[in-house]
């Protein structure tokens, strides 16, 4: 069963503009959300991070904004640059599940110049 | 941000061999885990460790894999005997507490022929 989905699976926009990953969990006991980053041939990179007491988490260029009610959240990356195109992986980790995170498919991103 | 080495990056070897994956973690971490990624998949947690013990392991942690961090050397992965599909990308990471941050590194990636 797939804890944690992601959409679109690919995505890409023009430099500058807003890039908008959404992500959806089916386990309401998740309370900690990590959005990672990953290059080809590298692994994944922490990007930034949400707790489920917040409803938005803010680090320069990226915000993630999260719904619990709905059990969704986003990763928006504003004035996109080439250097964003990427695999962005959203995560979740809580409650029963210990401490290991469960993975979505992921999310390629193009910034196009 | 914090960095975890992996060695090798590569490894290719024969159904039936023993392989052996080294996870350099980060220094003052305490937690360390193993995850899977097969091309075009999702990464999988396999296991994580702590304080010298297994906590949490998936069903995908088949008999054949053991883990160890002897007197707080490498953190390794070992296979023996290895099987066709365990082909994939291992990639190591760590985190100070339980639910925190996890930390990735490069991967190695695994070819059984």
């Known amino acids: 069963q797939q804890q944690v989905r992601q959409s679109p699976q690919s995505l890409t926009v023009w430099e500058g503009e807003t890039a908008i990953l959404n992500c959806s969990y089916e386990n309401s006991a998740f309370d900690y959300f990590p959005w990672y980053q990953q290059f080809p041939g590298e692994g994944p990179a922490l990007l930034i991070a949400?707790?489920?007491?917040?409803d938005k988490k803010e680090d320069g260029r990226f915000t993630i904004f999260f719904n619990k009610r709905e059990k969704k959240l986003s990763l928006h990356i504003t004035d996109s640059q080439p250097g964003d195109s990427a695999t962005y992986f959203c995560a979740a980790l809580g409650g029963g599940t210990g401490s290991k995170l469960s993975f979505g498919k992921g999310a390629k991103l193009t910034v196009s110049p | 941000g914090p960095k975890v080495l992996q060695i090798p990056s590569h490894q290719i070897i024969d159904m039936g061999q023993m392989v052996t994956l080294n996870c350099d973690p980060v220094?003052?971490?305490?937690?360390f885990y193993w995850y899977k990624q097969i091309l075009g998949q999702q990464m999988e947690f396999l296991v994580n460790?702590?304080?010298?013990?297994?906590?949490?392991k998936s069903k995908l942690f088949k008999d054949q894999f053991s883990v160890e961090r002897p007197d707080g050397s490498y953190f390794t992965l070992k296979i023996q005997p290895t099987a066709l599909e365990d082909s994939a990308v291992y990639f190591c990471?760590?985190?100070?507490?339980?639910?925190?941050?996890?930390?990735f590194g490069p991967g190695t990636r695994l070819t059984v022929l």
């Open positions: 220094s003052n971490h305490l937690y």
């Open positions: 460790f702590y304080n010298g013990k297994v906590m949490e």
């Open positions: 949400i707790r489920s007491v917040s």
């Open positions: 990471a760590s985190s100070f507490m339980g639910g925190d941050e996890q930390y």
